[in-house]
């Protein structure tokens, strides 16, 4: 089981807009940091609405899965920012399989056409 979520990459075109479009596409709460600690903090309560870091949640037992459009440009366009998307959705995943719990994010590389 799966729920995703578009990410329109287009808007991302360094960290302050990064972090306007998660916000904005993940519900994150009015608090949060716009930082990548903050986003991992979020997103690993993806499974956890009681927690009110997200506004999207992954479904009991399944995964959220981001769906990156156009992500080869993205990485093109913005290699660190693309690289720590990679890279905290990994951390994200490790910390829940460390506390004993599924993974619960995925990433899908779509292009646009």
């Given at each position: 089981?799966?729920?995703?979520?578009?990410?329109?990459?287009?808007?991302?075109?360094?960290?302050?807009?990064f972090h306007a479009t998660f916000s904005s596409a993940m519900g994150f709460?009015?608090?949060?940091?716009?930082?990548?600690?903050a986003w991992i903090d979020c997103m690993t309560s993806l499974d956890d609405p009681a927690d009110g870091m997200t506004a999207e949640h992954a479904p009991p037992g399944g995964i959220l899965v981001l769906k990156l459009s156009d992500a080869s440009d993205l990485a093109s366009r913005c290699p660190e920012i693309y690289a720590a998307i990679v890279e905290c959705s990994a951390f994200v995943n490790y910390r829940k399989i460390e506390a004993g719990e599924?993974?619960?994010?995925?990433l899908s590389f779509n292009k646009n056409t």
């Open positions: 089981m799966h729920n995703s979520i578009e990410i329109d990459t287009d808007l991302i075109t360094d960290w302050k807009s709460p009015d608090f949060y940091g716009q930082n990548m600690d599924p993974a619960v994010l995925a």
